[in-house]
């Protein structure tokens, strides 16, 4: 099951931010650590019962933009309608329904997507003194809470899973490779679909689960089923100007999240930019499959230097993907685009590689035998043994005998130990610390 999206829309100043901030939930994986990945209040993880999802803040006023506030919720109530599964409005119970309020409300009503309505800074046990005025709203259920005292909280979330599919029902095809295609407007996203689906490659129109949007195409290459998410498509559907970076960020974490690959383009001539840093980052995260893939290779001028430059760009201005493989390629010549195809079908691969705890003990047995790990006040970090305990992407866990003495730098070299050994290209890998005596 694709990873639940939630949507926080409300006006300003209602408290979206303070529950953002509440709920956002800590990794367990300590290879979170690492510098580069752009924070931002976009998105958080939140951890709630056994679910977990991603919440997204709507809000957020750009700061040269002289819209009014109603044209601002609109805006955010459109993009949440579009990428969330659930959506919570929130409104002020202090101040009671706005005109704003109910705008938002009736666009939400017709969209046909549960939406759950925080009534917030309801901080006592004491109804809301408008309480009764947002039933008007008409939203089927409705929580008050108090985001500065964590009151009810979890009663809001206890309503937001409980929309979530049931994990055992809503099994999409697990055979197909599923691509997003990222990047900025104008890279040339949608160029690169159209050059593969160009070939000889068959669209196949109806596979069960998967047809849930109509920008996603599916087809085939001999055996192999491929969908590809689009989010060039989203944006051409949309009526939202795409000036606003904020939200075409936005769209692509949607599409992220239902890929098992994603592919980050970016333009030859223009390089990476803050946008990709942030939805590779988003994609790094989430422990999906990518591959960095430069586009119109075409216009630029090159000499036996070139791509080890452009190579050495990317890797520090994306250091923390330093496991995804770069590609060269031109949709308008067609230049390496067969390689790009099997590049996405290897990472895609890689990403749901298991390997044997046996070999993998070998591997780190011989790591630690290397390179002497650390140690603190005379006590010496002990690595006992791990096991791979996920796919998609592989997940170690690692049994030592205290967190405090493993540093970042000694999982690192124990991760590259790994990727020596086994590959594991183009997929993030992660490690769980677990203490036995
Ligand atoms: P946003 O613009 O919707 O993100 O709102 P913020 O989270 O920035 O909150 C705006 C103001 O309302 C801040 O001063 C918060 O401290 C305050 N606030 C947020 N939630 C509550 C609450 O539950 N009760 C009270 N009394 N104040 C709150
Ligand atoms: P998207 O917005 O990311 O989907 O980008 P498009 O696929 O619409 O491409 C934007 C522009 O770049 C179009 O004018 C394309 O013809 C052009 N373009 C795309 N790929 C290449 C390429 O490899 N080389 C060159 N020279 N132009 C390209």
């Not at 939406?115 to 259920?141: C, Q, R, W």
């Not at 809470?145 to 206890?158: E, Q, R, V």
């Not at 960095?292 to 452009?310: G, P, R």
């Not at 590609?327 to 990403?351: C, D, H, P, W, Y």
Request: aromatic fraction near 8%.
């Amino acid at each position: 099951m694709a990873k639940q999206v939630v949507a926080v829309v409300g006006r300003p100043n209602v408290g979206k931010s303070t529950l953002f901030n509440r709920v956002a939930g800590k990794r367990i994986s300590i290879v979170e650590d690492h510098p580069g990945v752009t924070r931002d209040r976009i998105y958080a993880e939140v951890e709630w019962l056994n679910y977990n999802f991603t919440l997204i803040d709507t809000g957020g006023i750009e700061p040269e933009s002289k819209e009014t506030i109603l044209s601002q919720m609109r805006r955010q109530a459109e993009i949440a309608i579009e990428t969330a599964n659930v959506i919570i409005f929130m409104v002020d119970g202090r101040e009671g329904l706005t005109g704003t309020d109910r705008e938002v409300a009736s666009m939400l009503r017709k969209a046909n997507k549960p939406v759950i309505l925080a009534i917030n800074k309801v901080d006592t046990k004491e109804h809301s003194p408008y309480y009764y005025d947002f039933f008007e709203l008409g939203m089927e259920s409705m929580v008050e809470t108090s985001a500065t005292a964590a009151y009810n909280i979890g009663d809001l979330l206890d309503e937001v899973v409980k929309h979530f599919p049931n994990p055992d029902e809503n099994q999409e095809e697990d055979d197909v490779i599923k691509v997003a295609i990222i990047g900025k407007p104008n890279v040339g996203k949608s160029s690169i679909i159209n050059k593969i689906l160009g070939e000889d490659r068959v669209i196949v129109s109806d596979i069960a689960g998967t047809t849930r949007d109509a920008i996603d195409t599916p087809f085939t290459d001999g055996e192999d089923h491929y969908l590809l998410i689009d989010t060039a498509g989203i944006r051409r559907k949309s009526k939202i100007k795409e000036n606003i970076e904020r939200y075409s960020v936005i769209r692509s974490f949607t599409a992220v999240e239902r890929a098992d690959v994603c592919l980050l383009v970016i333009d030859a001539e223009e390089g990476v930019t803050e946008q990709d840093k942030k939805i590779a980052g988003y994609s790094h995260e989430n422990g999906k499959g990518m591959i960095i893939v430069v586009n119109k290779w075409d216009l630029i001028e090159k000499d036996t230097h070139t791509m080890n430059k452009f190579t050495k760009e990317i890797r520090t201005e994306l250091a923390y993907l330093h496991y995804a493989p770069i590609i060269f390629i031109s949709a308008l010549t067609g230049q390496r685009m067969n390689k790009l195809l099997e590049t996405i079908k290897f990472v895609s691969n890689q990403n749901a590689m298991r390997v044997p705890t046996g070999t993998l003990n070998e591997i780190i047995g011989e790591a630690v035998l290397l390179n002497q790990p650390p140690s603190d006040k005379g006590k010496r970090l002990k690595v006992f043994y791990g096991t791979q305990a996920a796919v998609k992407p592989p997940t170690f866990v690692l049994f030592i005998n205290d967190k405090e003495l493993m540093h970042f730098s000694y999982l690192r070299y124990i991760e590259n130990q790994i990727r020596e050994n086994f590959g594991f290209e183009g997929t993030p890998i992660r490690f769980m610390l677990r203490e036995k005596d």
